[in-house]
């Protein structure tokens, strides 16, 4: 083991808004299945009072407005904070092609891992970028579903505003659809996004999993 120094990497609200983006995205694909399959039924009763389908729907869109809130908050993190500018000077990593090269070159064990300027590698870089617009989409066609179950207060409010955006993508049945791929997609991500974590903490011995708990990272002072 060669000697390290800890770096300050992650403000703490990224750390949040990281795990709790984690756990409701957790939390909403599993009650989302339900509301897609309705994988369970409630005990028998012979009076109205389970509604089992709208409790579901109902801790559904609480937490899909924790899962907006805190993509607003992340966001403006990334685009002000001052600790979160070793994200945006990612954008340099990404439009780099040597780096992009040394990367892959790094993945398929034939090189070392390139010097970045900022937090992230251009492939993570580009990962994270799909999964904001994917995202973005799940939360937009969340916003018009929801708009259509809750016509008074704020679904009342907003149901003016989303009728035009929900003509555009095909009408609500198709709404619906996009906000179900959006998920797969979502999906996809995670896996991907854990074995990568697990694959760089592993391979770097720097602490990158450290980093999104404790905020520190354990550089290598002697790999040049
Ligand atoms: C990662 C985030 C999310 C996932 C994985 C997810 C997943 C799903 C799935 C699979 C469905 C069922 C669609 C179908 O019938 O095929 C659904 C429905 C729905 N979602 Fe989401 N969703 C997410 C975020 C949101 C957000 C941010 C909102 C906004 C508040 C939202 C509001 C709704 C509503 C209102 C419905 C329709 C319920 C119904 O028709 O009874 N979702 N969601």
Redesign the pocket.
Known sequence: MGKRKTEFEFSAGLRWTHWIRAVS?FA??VS??Y??YVFISPETSDEPVLFL?AKF?MW??II??V??AVTIFKSYLFLADRVSIKERVAFWDLVNPKIWYQQIMYYLFLGKHPELKGAYNPIQFLAYIGLYAM?FL??VT??I??AH?YHEGLGGVLLGFVRPLEAWMGGLSMV?EI??IA?WA?LIFVPVHIYMAIFNSIMGKEGSIDAIISGYRFNKTDKH
């Open positions: 995205i909403l694909t989302g299945f509301l897609a389908n729907r559904h869109e899909g407005f899962l907006i995202v799940i939360c969340g916003v579903l929801y179950s619906r906000h179900h998920m979502i």
